[in-house]
Nanobody, 124 residues
Framework: QVQLVESGGGSVQFGGSLRLSCAAH????????MAWFRQAPEKEREGVAT???????LYADSLKGRFTISQDNAKRTVYLQMNSLKPDDAAMYYC??????????????????WGQGTQVTVSS
């Protein structure tokens, strides 16, 4: 069983930045994918970015250049740096975990474990 603990959400103004964190507990393997997804009210959960434990990253095309995913393997923690935030970025952000790879698709069905979510609000 893998437990994911997210933090870092909050409320920012248009153009602001936030950094989300997600720590994974309970997995000792070296090969895994972690991902960020987001879900706005009445919308489906959509992929934001993924990262493999060996470093390969993947981003949703619409978010390239503004969002950056990174990791600290020693801490089994992934981060999502979000810059130039817009009201459309407001959503509940979820961290997902999949004991797979080396490719980490933006497919929520692959990710077996999820965090509780952290809310991001962007005011115009």
């Amino acid at each position: 069983q893998v437990q994911l603990v997210e933090s870092g959400g909050g409320s920012v103004q248009f153009g602001g930045s936030l950094r989300l964190s997600c720590a994974a507990h309970g997995y000792t393997g070296r090969d895994y994918c972690m991902a960020w997804f987001r879900q706005a009210p009445e919308k489906e959960r959509e992929g934001v970015a993924t990262i493999h434990s060996y470093g390969t990253t993947l981003y949703a095309d619409s978010l390239k250049g503004r969002f950056t995913i990174s990791q600290d393997n020693a801490k089994r923690t992934v981060y999502l740096q979000m810059n130039s935030l817009k009201p459309d970025d407001a959503a509940m952000y979820y961290c997902g975990f999949w004991a797979g790879g080396p490719n980490c698709p933006l497919n929520r069905l692959l990710y077996s474990f999820w965090g509780q979510g952290t809310q991001v609000t962007v005011s115009s």
